[in-house]
């Protein structure tokens, strides 16, 4: 076989294609190769240029192949899209994954670590916890409203109506609606309990982590944020600027211009939710809690405060945030 290059790797869960050119770009390889037969294929392989979307399993099987001692490089999907040529199928996408990835001026995804991706489920399965027991919380005020029996917001409220569920010595609650409340409760426990277990891993990963504590210290990021960041930006260097982190976060205005003209609209919403809302509510701590005499990052917000919206300097402050990260 004529020696490969460059190859285009479209993952899937058992049926891989793969698709091999070599340094002229002819067409070498066009094969699908089952789950089993991915390592062997690529063990018998000199070491070569090998593209993969960055999608479910892709910083996986990215390490597979690096310890086989290929060249890897993982690429936004959205950005091989313009290379996918008619009829979309799994031949095609490998194919076009191999032309994107010789691209000079492609970006290219970090591979991230075991370690990284774990501290990431944590942070996803914690998230997970708590839309579950904001659900639990928003069902237990729904069915209590209906016998008129309404708690301020929050924490508080929520164990006032607790303690109202479980205490036998009144008639407001009618025992059915009781014993149909009771687990509910029971379950806002155990979530709220595996909340604070999550909570407890990552900080303990945060105070071991040199690159976590240093985000700390930046206003508006604690533990969670810092974490986030570390295990989601596995290498700053790839961004010339905060500027181009926050753009790549999503923290910027849209752009629509033409002719010259610039026309920015609302933030762009790319990249990560997760760090975008992170650092929006970090923001809208600093902001809450600022007083005259402060850094003068907090002294341009209040003054931009005066001239626009609150999200809006939020979210100004949010993208300035990053710009401490050089």
């Known amino acids: 076989?004529?020696?490969?290059?460059?190859?285009?790797?479209?993952?899937?869960?058992q049926v891989f294609q793969v698709h091999g050119v070599n340094r002229a770009g002819a067409i070498v390889s066009r094969r699908k190769l089952r789950r089993d037969d991915v390592v062997c294929f690529f063990k018998e392989l000199p070491p070569c240029l090998i593209g993969i979307e960055a999608c479910a399993t892709g910083h996986h099987w990215a390490r597979v192949l690096i310890a086989l001692g290929h060249d890897v490089r993982l690429m936004p999907a959205s950005y091989v899209k313009p290379y996918v040529k008619r009829q979309k199928n799994d031949a095609t996408d490998a194919e076009a994954i191999c032309e994107a990835v010789a691209r000079p001026t492609?970006?290219?995804?970090?591979?991230?670590?075991?370690?990284?991706?774990?501290?990431?489920?944590?942070?996803?399965?914690?998230?997970?916890l708590i839309r579950q027991r904001t659900m639990l919380v928003?069902?237990?005020?729904?069915?209590?409203?209906?016998?008129?029996?309404?708690?301020r917001q929050g924490i508080a409220g929520v164990g006032m109506l607790i303690a109202l569920v479980e205490d036998d010595d009144h008639d407001l609650i009618p025992p059915l609606a009781r014993s149909a409340l009771l687990p509910l409760i029971g379950q806002l426990r155990e979530v709220h309990g595996k909340v604070s277990e999550m909570d407890r891993q990552i900080h303990a990963w945060h105070r071991s982590n040199e690159l976590s504590r240093r985000l700390e210290t930046i206003p508006g990021i604690g533990p969670i944020t810092a974490s986030a960041i570390a295990a989601t930006v596995t290498d700053a260097s790839l961004f010339k600027s905060g500027r181009?982190?926050?753009?790549?976060?999503?923290?910027?205005?849209r752009q629509n211009s033409s002719g010259g003209k610039d026309r920015l609209g609302r933030i762009s919403k790319q990249g990560d939710p997760y760090l975008r809302r992170l650092l929006v509510v970090g923001a809208h701590a600093v902001l809450r809690f600022s007083r005259k005499g402060k850094p003068a990052s907090t002294r341009w917000a209040a003054e931009l405060l005066a001239k626009k919206p609150y999200n809006v300097v939020a979210v100004a402050l949010a993208n300035n945030t990053n710009g401490q990260f050089d």
């Open 244 to 253: 181009q982190l926050a753009a790549w976060i999503g923290l910027v205005p």
């Open 106 to 128: 492609m970006r290219f995804v970090p591979v991230k670590s075991q370690e990284q991706q774990s501290v990431l489920m944590l942070h996803r399965v914690r998230e997970l």
């Open 138 to 151: 928003n069902a237990l005020r729904g069915h209590l409203a209906e016998f008129g029996i309404v708690t």
């Open 1 to 13: 076989m004529e020696k490969i290059t460059t190859i285009g790797l479209d993952i899937a869960k």
